[in-house]
T-cell receptor, first 113, second 116 residues
Framework: KQEVTQIPAALSVPEGENLVLNCSFT??????LQWFRQDPGKGLTSLLL?????REQTSGRLNASLDKSSGRSTLYIAASQPGDSATYLC????????????FGKGTKLSVKP | GAVVSQHPSRVICKSGTSVKIECRSL??????MFWYRQFPKQSLMLMAT?????????EQGVEKDKFLINHASLTLSTLTVTSAHPEDSSFYIC????????????FGPGTRLTVL
């Protein structure tokens, strides 16, 4: 069974800290992996997309890495800000471009001023 | 608990026809449902936010007359792709937020639309 797990479920840090969110998946035959941000009551916002052939992607203060062989991805957030407070979701697509998207349950991040 | 279903899971249609996709929350009531689509090699993108009993809110660049959303009950939202064209071929996925917990979102399995 293909599963996506995110650890920790919740994280609270003081402003300015660098932090890492973890995502693991059971089946390494992925097509791509995506990281999303979810604000309360809102739809998902796409942050980074990593194709299976890539090792990492960067956007501003965010860096996502992918290690297919170990079934892991990390989302690194540098110099965290209170505005980064949200739930971060990892989703893996299997089955090629016509496949299914499987989501982790997310990590709820709280950045305290 | 918290299961969201979508129907159909896959659909192939001819250009110019309309396709309706259903999103149901099976064991909870959802005031808000979201519709997303994902093109090959691109990220999942929010199309619209659907609130029960009111008009949907569409994201910039999404044609509301082409993608008709109806959220007539607390357990069902539908997305109708009108006059579908090959460029509408995509993966459409919905999610639902329980009325009791707006911060959570549960996702359907998605619908793969292919327009010939």
């Amino acid at each position: 069974k293909q599963e996506v797990t995110q650890i920790p479920a919740a994280l609270s840090v003081p402003e300015g800290e660098n932090l890492v969110l973890n995502c693991s998946f059971t089946d390494s035959a992925i097509y791509n992996l995506q990281w999303f941000r979810q604000d309360p009551g809102k739809g998902l916002t796409s942050l980074l997309l990593i194709q299976s052939s890539q090792r990492e992607q960067t956007s501003g203060r965010l860096n996502a890495s992918l290690d297919k062989s170990s079934g892991r991805s990390t989302l690194y957030i540098a110099a965290s800000q209170p505005g980064d407070s949200a739930t971060y979701l990892c989703a893996v697509m299997y089955g090629g471009s016509q496949g299914n998207l499987i989501f982790g349950k997310g990590t709820k991040l709280s950045v305290k001023p | 608990g918290a299961v969201v279903s979508q129907h159909p899971s896959r659909v192939i249609c001819k250009s110019g026809t309309s396709v309706k996709i259903e999103c149901r929350s099976l064991d909870f009531q959802a005031t808000t449902m979201f519709w997303y689509r994902q093109f090959p090699k691109q990220s999942l993108m929010l199309m619209a936010t659907s609130n029960e009993g009111s008009k949907a809110t569409y994201e910039q660049g999404v044609e509301k007359d082409k993608f008709l959303i109806n959220h007539a009950s607390l357990t069902l939202s539908t997305l109708t792709v009108t006059s579908a064209h090959p460029e509408d071929s995509s993966f459409y996925i919905c999610s639902a937020s329980p009325t009791s917990s707006h911060n959570e979102q549960f996702f359907g399995p998605g619908t793969r639309l292919t327009v010939l």
